[in-house]
């Protein structure tokens, strides 16, 4: 990516590049997700994008690294997104609870990144419900993100990467939504295979680790440079795996634990003794991610992605209107010193003018 000497100049380009060439994507699949066939499918993918197009918003941010194909990088993460976004909500808000449904429904985040696969009938990832016709929706989602790939000059260089961190993003999903009774059973067992990975965190922890993308959209906007090496791949893997990714989601959770709790929905952050542990092992991820970043290429990039992703989740109306959440935010924020504070204020900004124009910044 070109060098940014400080934030400001980062920011400007997001506002100039990638956030027009997200809400071109997003119009196009929200438009496609209107003709769906049938009524629920259709509901959960407008839902999906309508409620959460921020993780496009945010996810898109790594299409920098790919310089001048940063609109490929968008194409790609806009796509993949919102599968992960819409098969979370299938799995969510409907009344299945078998782990076949959920293994086969993610199938398709495999076949996104499998180039060599062969992508079944549209209807095939519905096979364990009723609701199956989607009129080419989900498919199409899969075959824009291997378009994408197929346009990088290395992509065996990092296919194995990608596939070891969808994978357990994958296996994350089926666990945790599976009956309630067996999901926490299932994800102990699940990090006990993985502890080497893991061995200074808890099952919860690890499973936050798991639950992120942005490991592979890095991995894709620096495929998309023609620059990819096994070597590559793997720094930028392990970079992200587990402590930038750990860190992300557990934030994401953090301000969601009041509408989990009333939705009965599991929440990583409900499984610490106490709101002191908690912070403690929220800054021991912040700084274990600062160390992460600091050694990728392009360091000071990632190093703004990790200052900046308490800014973006924190800066969020539910931390306001929670006492507690606040007082978890202050000390947060400081610790990413000015550039924290800086991505705080230029998403509190960027929310205020979305919701003045009546879109919602979710």
Request: charged share 25%; with cysteine; net charge positive.
């Amino acid at each position: 990516m070109a060098k940014a000497a400080i934030p400001v100049r980062f920011i400007a380009q997001i506002y100039r590049k990638i956030f027009p060439e997200v809400r071109t994507q997003l119009l196009y699949w929200e438009k496609r997700a209107e003709e769906i066939p049938n009524r629920e499918l259709r509901k959960q993918a407008l839902a999906s994008m309508r409620q959460k197009r921020f993780h496009c918003q945010g996810g898109a941010v790594f299409a920098l690294l790919a310089g001048e194909n940063y609109r490929e990088a968008v194409r790609f993460i806009v796509a993949y997104q919102t599968i992960s976004d819409y098969l979370d909500n299938l799995c969510d808000r409907s009344n299945s609870q078998d782990p076949g449904d959920f293994a086969a429904l993610h199938e398709a985040l495999r076949h996104c990144l499998s180039l060599h696969a062969e992508i079944p009938p549209g209807s095939e990832y519905y096979r364990f419900r009723n609701d199956k016709e989607d009129g080419g929706y989900l498919r199409e989602l899969v075959q824009t993100c291997r378009e994408v790939l197929r346009k990088t000059k290395h992509y065996g260089s990092m296919e194995e990467e990608l596939l070891r961190l969808c994978t357990l993003y994958c296996a994350l999903q089926i666990h945790k939504h599976a009956p309630v009774s067996e999901r926490v059973p299932r994800l102990r067992s699940w990090f006990r295979e993985h502890k080497e990975w893991a061995s200074d965190m808890d099952w919860h922890e690890f499973s936050a680790c798991a639950g992120s993308t942005l490991g592979i959209f890095s991995l894709v906007s620096y495929g998309l440079t023609g620059k990819m090496t096994p070597e590559l791949a793997r720094k930028i893997a392990e970079g992200y795996f587990p402590y930038i990714q750990g860190f992300h989601i557990l934030l994401d959770y953090l301000i969601d634990q009041e509408e989990d709790r009333a939705g009965g929905d599991l929440n990583f952050c409900f499984y610490y003794e106490s709101e002191e542990i908690m912070l403690r092992r929220l800054f021991h991820f912040f700084r274990m991610a600062k160390v992460q970043a600091g050694q990728l290429p392009d360091a000071a990039f990632h190093l703004w992605i990790v200052k900046g992703l308490p800014g973006l989740y924190l800066s969020d109306g539910k931390v306001s209107r929670n006492a507690g959440l606040k007082r978890l935010a202050k000390p947060l924020i400081r610790e990413g010193g000015w550039t924290g504070k800086f991505f705080y204020w230029q998403a509190k900004l960027y929310r205020l003018i979305l919701n003045r124009k009546g879109k919602p910044f979710s």
